[in-house]
């Protein structure tokens, strides 16, 4: 998918993205997303859109960054997979 359909779709959800990435080579067919629904949920989307959420302790010591909002231990969760027209 493109960029321009991410960015469509993920905002249809109401959620917030942090980054892309993608490859150039294929004219910006994008290969995985980052996103956020709250200061709590993390949300990782993979080149066909499927969701794998990340919900952070609020009690917990775990700082989420953008050095390492890419490998955060996401589990796959059905409802957030993004639907493009």
Request: proline fraction near 2%.
């Amino acid at each position: 998918m493109k960029t321009k359909d991410f960015e469509k779709a993920v905002e249809a959800i109401g959620a917030e993205i942090l980054g892309l990435r993608y490859n150039a080579k294929t004219g910006g067919t994008v290969i995985s997303c980052v996103g956020k629904m709250n200061d709590l949920t993390f949300i990782k989307w993979d080149d066909a859109g499927r969701a794998f959420v990340y919900n952070q302790d609020p009690e917990g010591e775990d700082c989420v960054s953008e050095y390492n909002i890419y490998s955060l231990p996401y589990e796959r969760d059905k409802k957030f997979d993004l639907k493009f027209e």
